[in-house]
């Protein structure tokens, strides 16, 4: 994909990744708050998911103050371009469920795709899977609440907290992801024989495009392993080429086979709200947004993540994870993306690309949700 670069101002550059957003390091502000008047104080999120009209505030935009870098892409450089720090990402509770290590991510078998063909009576699939026996997961399903991602790590960034707060509620959860994200430049940067001083050894693993998704589906499984769902469905419709149309098909698969109190949710549109800042919308982003906002369901829930993050985008409510204590959650799922263990098939591909929001994001403990206007009758 082209560079989507467009100058916003002068102190904004924005990253624009090659097609996934995850490209190149995002600088967030080091102060994640929102600006004043941007949301509410942090509100109640009814487990039940609900309508989302409890999360009543002026809606507002923060004013553009970040300055953020502009990277190319498939820059090996950059990915490890960013000043030692504490690594708060890294460090994987030895409590919580062990994920099993992917001996060869190039075997396709190994994730779920023959899990998600396992039959359940009269289902049509592809079928939920639990993320760490790979079982299937067959209705019914107890007040389901399905949370889509666009890309592994788009569900922990953006909706960690809220996924963990449903899990222990009893709900039966469930996380679909829509694309296994092998556009990312990180790719390339696996590959480039250098180094980051955050990891041991080198950057000497040449993946396929094909393996480098599987890798990164591992980290995704890992991550909602770490958040208790209940299952997960893995889509490959194609990175930076999501269309509304396949995500309706899937919400359409719920609607049909997830029973009483569905709830959905997914990330906000266009890398959240960017398009108020001045930039281009992220495709697969904007797919699933609107293909929620089409659906007409009457519990849909967005959040957002980046430019909530770092202050650029406008959102509607804040949720305090710490106040509701999600965040040891959320913080663990986090931390998967950046578990370094080459021989395991895992190349802490979400630290690579994002280390700078994920570390944020993990400090601020904090999610950013988006109203959705109820669709007319
Ligand atoms: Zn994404
Ligand atoms: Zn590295």
Not at 24 to 30: D, V
Not at 209 to 231: H, I, K, S, Y
Not at 250 to 273: F, P, Q, V, Y
């Amino acid at each position: 994909m082209p560079s989507r670069l467009q100058p916003v101002g002068i102190l904004l550059l924005v990253l624009l990744g090659c097609g996934t957003h995850d490209n190149g390091s995002l600088r967030a502000p080091t102060n994640p708050s929102p600006s004043p008047g941007g949301v509410a104080a942090p509100q109640s999120l009814p487990p039940g998911g609900g309508s989302p009209a409890e999360a009543e505030s002026p809606s507002g935009t923060s004013p553009v103050t970040a300055i953020t870098e502009v990277l190319p892409c498939n820059d090996g450089e950059d990915a490890c371009a960013e000043p030692p720090q504490e690594d708060t990402t890294t460090s994987v509770p030895t409590t919580a469920p062990q994920n099993p290590p992917l001996a060869n991510p190039a075997d396709a078998e190994a994730y779920g795709e023959t899990e998600q063909t396992a039959d359940c009576p009269g289902l049509d699939g592809p079928v939920p899977f639990a993320p760490l026996t790979k079982k299937p997961v067959c209705p019914p399903y107890q007040r389901p609440a399905v949370f889509f991602s666009p890309h592994p790590d788009d569900e922990s960034l953006s909706m960690g907290g809220a996924i963990a707060e449903h899990v222990a509620a009893g709900r039966a959860v469930f996380v679909e992801l829509l694309t296994h994200g092998d556009k990312s430049g990180i790719l390339t940067v696996l590959g480039n024989g250098k180094s980051c001083d955050w990891h041991e050894g080198t950057h000497q693993y040449a993946l396929s495009v094909e393996a480098f998704g599987m890798a990164r589906v591992q980290e995704f499984l890992a991550a909602t392993a770490r958040l208790g769902v209940t299952g997960v469905v893995i889509s490959d419709f194609g990175d930076q080429n999501l269309t509304p149309s396949e995500v309706e098909s899937r919400i359409s698969w719920w609607l049909r086979n997830g029973g009483e109190g569905l709830s959905l949710k997914g990330t906000a549109g266009g890398m959240d709200d960017q398009s108020k800042t001045g930039v281009p919308a992220h495709v697969d982003h904007t797919a699933l947004a609107e293909a929620l906002r089409r659906s007409g369901h009457n519990d849909l829930r967005l959040y957002l993540s980046y430019y909530a993050q770092s202050g650029l985008g406008t959102f509607d409510a804040t949720i305090d994870l710490t106040a509701k204590g999600f965040c040891d959650e959320k913080r663990a799922a986090l931390a998967e993306y950046g578990r370094w263990a080459p021989a395991a098939g895992r190349y802490a591909i979400g630290k690579h690309s994002m280390g700078t929001l994920l570390t944020a994001v993990s400090e601020a403990c904090k999610e950013y949700i988006q109203k959705v206007a109820t669709p007319a009758q």
